[in-house]
């Protein structure tokens, strides 16, 4: 266990701890930013429409509607960070923050914008009729990176277990019992039903 707890340190320092990494996903929405032409702006309203359902027709084919397709993304993307890391960098860094973080968000919303693109545009319509994509589908079909899309999936694995679920259960788990004194094992236990009913 000792090994393989130094082997997430040492990916961590030189992955994630290092300046370029923030740097690299601040100059790639500055770049997707520009290029697009501020579709963060642009398409606005637009997407306001959609959510409306005013472009669905009765009878079109699809197995959402446009505000589940939202919430789902959105389940995807929110999470213990959008909480605590937001008082974490206000008590770090002060009101200040704030600005900084709107100003990341802002350019994070085209980066976002580029990938549900690429996973709607190279996704894939399985035996069943379901539909499936993600950056596993535009990895493999769009770059035809068969290999890295694999690795990839295999890491996806690895941070749904770790930094997926884990983080918000146990902040559920402890708020319940320090609130309520429920165990923590129990809520867990029930968080985890819940879950399962839900995929």
């Known amino acids: 266990m000792n090994t393989f707890t130094q082997v997430l340190e040492f990916l961590t320092y030189y992955l994630v701890d290092h300046y370029w990494f923030p740097a690299f996903l601040i100059g790639s929405g500055i770049f997707f930013t520009i290029y697009l032409g501020f579709p963060q702006i642009k398409y606005f309203a637009h997407g306001w429409r959609i959510l409306s359902g005013k472009y669905v027709k009765p009878g079109t084919e699809g197995e959402t509607t446009p505000f589940q397709a939202l919430t789902t993304a959105l389940s995807g993307t929110i999470g213990t960070g959008n909480i605590g890391g937001v008082a974490l ?81 146990n902040n559920i788990a402890l708020v319940m019992n320090d609130t309520f004194d429920i165990p923590k094992w129990l809520t867990g236990a029930v968080l985890a039903v819940l879950l399962w009913m839900v995929i």
């Open 89 to 169: 960098a206000i008590f770090l860094g002060g009101p200040a923050a704030i600005f900084w973080m709107w100003v990341v968000a802002f350019l994070g919303m085209t980066t976002k914008f580029v990938e549900v693109t690429l996973a709607h545009k190279y996704r894939e319509k399985l035996p069943d009729g379901s539909i499936a994509g993600g950056p596993m589908f535009y990895i493999e079909n769009g770059l035809n990176m068969k290999w890295l899309a694999v690795i990839f999936s295999v890491c996806l694995l690895m941070m749904c277990i770790g930094t997926g679920n884990m983080p918000q259960i």
